[in-house]
């Protein structure tokens, strides 16, 4: 698994809505990358929901947010618009993504882990563990706080 001052490996999947996305497009801006192990699930939905609610702090810091797992772009799609989230959510269906960042679990689905990025790319911080809410409450106090660079 990534630690901090690591570089977050690049990425390109598809999102919700079928678009592809790829990790180096939000370089200069720091990022809040979330791994969560399954769509329409009771915690996933308290983490997106969290991360909707607080999204306009961690916009208003030039922070984006992306969420992955290994579900379907279908799957993905309807979470997003079950929970309306105003950032993108990465189907890694192959679970490549999960296991190129080391979060890949025993059962074939991504563990609950956030990586803080700077605008670099690098890994700031790591926030592990089931509690949903700890890695909206981290990402906000990191990012949201943070001195914005002129």
Do not use: W
């Not at 939000?26 to 699930?41: D, E, I, Q, S, W």
């Not at 689905?109 to 700031?124: H, I, P, Q, Y």
């Amino acid at each position: 698994m990534l630690e901090p001052g690591a570089v977050a490996p690049e990425f390109q999947g598809t999102t919700q809505d079928g678009t592809p996305i790829a990790l180096s497009s939000y370089r200069g801006r720091p990022v809040v990358l979330y791994f969560y192990p399954k769509a329409n699930t009771t915690g996933c939905t308290l983490e997106a929901r969290g991360f909707a609610e607080r999204y306009p702090e961690l916009s208003k810091a030039g922070a984006e947010v992306i969420g992955v797992s290994v579900d379907s772009v279908e799957d993905q799609k309807s979470f997003s618009e079950k929970c309306h989230l105003p950032f993108p959510l990465v189907a890694d269906h192959d679970k490549s993504i999960a296991r190129q960042y080391g979060v890949l679990g025993l059962l074939g689905v991504a563990k609950r882990v956030t990586f803080l990025l700077d605008a670099e790319g690098k890994v700031v911080e790591r926030v592990d563990g089931m509690m949903p809410g700890h890695h909206v409450e981290r990402a906000v106090e990191r990012l949201a706080s943070a001195p914005r660079s002129p």
